[in-house]
């Protein structure tokens, strides 16, 4: 079994900085790329950004120069640093993973339950 579970989420003013975690858990498996994607009511779920196993990152065109992905990869965590944030950051933003289990079969899509991140201008 795998499990995504993320942290971190909450309240904060415009300008404001946020930092969410997301831990992996479960056995014999690597989580392969991993990512932050977010949904605003009544609108898609966005990827906001994704890092590969080798560290390699990519982000929305909305959030560069403002967030950083990272991750460990011995403790199978990754985080979202968020800063400068404003009132259209507000979304329920999930943890999404990609796995390589140790038989070295992929699975995709796991997602965590969402944490909020609310903006107040």
């Known amino acids: 079994q795998v499990q995504l579970v993320e942290s971190g989420g909450g309240l904060v003013q415009a300008g404001g900085s946020l930092r969410l975690s997301c831990a992996a858990s479960?056995?014999?498996?690597?989580?392969?790329?991993m990512g932050w994607y977010r949904q605003a009511p009544g609108k898609q779920r966005e990827l906001v950004a994704g890092?590969?196993?080798?560290?390699?990152?990519n982000y929305a065109d909305s959030v560069k120069g403002r967030f950083t992905i990272s991750r460990d990869n011995a403790k199978n965590t990754v985080n979202l640093q968020m800063n400068s944030l404003n009132p259209e950051d507000t979304a329920v933003y999930y943890c999404?993973?990609?796995?390589?289990?140790?038989?070295?079969?992929?699975?995709?899509?796991?997602w965590g339950q969402g944490t909020q991140v609310t903006v107040s201008s």
């Open positions: 479960g056995s014999m498996f690597k989580p392969n790329t």
């Open positions: 999404h993973a990609d796995i390589i289990w140790v038989s070295g079969s992929h699975e995709y899509d796991y």
């Open positions: 890092i590969t196993i080798g560290g390699s990152t």
